[in-house]
T-cell receptor, first 112, second 117 residues
Framework: SQKIEQNSEALNIQEGKTATLTCNYT??????LQWYRQDPGRGPVFLLL?????KEKRKERLKVTFDTTLKQSLFHITASQPADSATYLC???????????FGAGTQVVVTP | GAVVSQHPSRVICKSGTSVKIECRSL??????MFWYRQFPKKSLMLMAT?????????EQGVEKDKFLINHASLTLSTLTVTSAHPEDSSFYIC?????????????FGPGTRLTVL
């Protein structure tokens, strides 16, 4: 069966350090993978998209890698700040019409 | 740009009543809108995909007579939860894709918290 797995345990990290989140998937062949941020009681906010032929993508303090052999994406937040505290979701394209399947998300807590 | 709104943000209703949730794309035309529900600390579960002017496509296990979706225009989709029961209590979120230039990027609404008593 198809699965998208993210660490269910919250990631507690000190301000200034790098947070690294993992997204593993099975029985998918995604053309692209996306990362979203979700704050409590709010809808997700798009952060980054990485295509299957891209190894790495960066946006400001965010970096995403995509390894289609390992079926894994890593999401890094460098120089983390308390304002980065949120739940981060990975999502894969489930069809060619834009339908997405989401992982359950990993909560990140950045302490000063 | 690319803002999606939802109304209402919260609704509390009695069991057996119907509730309508609106999803609007404010500054772009949404050719496709998606409806999700989310339980606490759980993933977003896709309920249905709606394209403007056509019937919604429902995911397996989602009752189409229970969750009525109308995508009447390129900026508005509605989800009606008919004869709501306490188990329908959840966080409902819509998203939209369209002519914003980023084909695969979904823009999410802020969500609607439905509580059925």
């Amino acid at each position: 069966s198809q699965k998208i797995e993210q660490n269910s345990e919250a990631l507690n990290i000190q301000e200034g350090k790098t947070a690294t989140l993992t997204c593993n998937y099975t029985n998918y062949s995604p053309a692209y993978l996306q990362w979203y941020r979700q704050d409590p009681g709010r809808g997700p906010v798009f952060l980054l998209l990485i295509r299957e032929n891209e190894k790495e993508k960066r946006k400001e303090r965010l970096k995403v890698t995509f390894d289609t052999t390992l079926k894994q994406s890593l999401f890094h937040i460098t120089a983390s700040q308390p304002a980065d505290s949120a739940t981060y979701l990975c999502a894969l394209d489930a069809d060619s019409w834009g339908k997405l399947q989401f992982g359950a998300g990993t909560q990140v807590v950045v302490t000063p | 740009g690319a803002v999606v709104s939802q109304h209402p943000s919260r609704v509390i209703c009695k069991s057996g009543t119907s509730v309508k949730i609106e999803c609007r794309s404010l500054d772009f035309q949404a050719t496709t809108m998606f409806w999700y529900r989310q339980f606490p600390k759980k993933s977003l579960m896709l309920m249905a995909t709606s394209n403007e002017g056509s019937k919604a496509t429902y995911e397996q296990g989602v009752e189409k007579d229970k969750f009525l979706i109308n995508h009447a225009s390129l900026t508005l989709s509605t989800l009606t939860v008919t004869s709501a029961h306490p188990e329908d209590s959840s966080f409902y979120i819509c998203s939209a894709t369209g002519t914003s230039g980023r084909v695969h990027e979904q823009f999410f609404g802020p969500g609607t918290r439905l509580t059925v008593l």
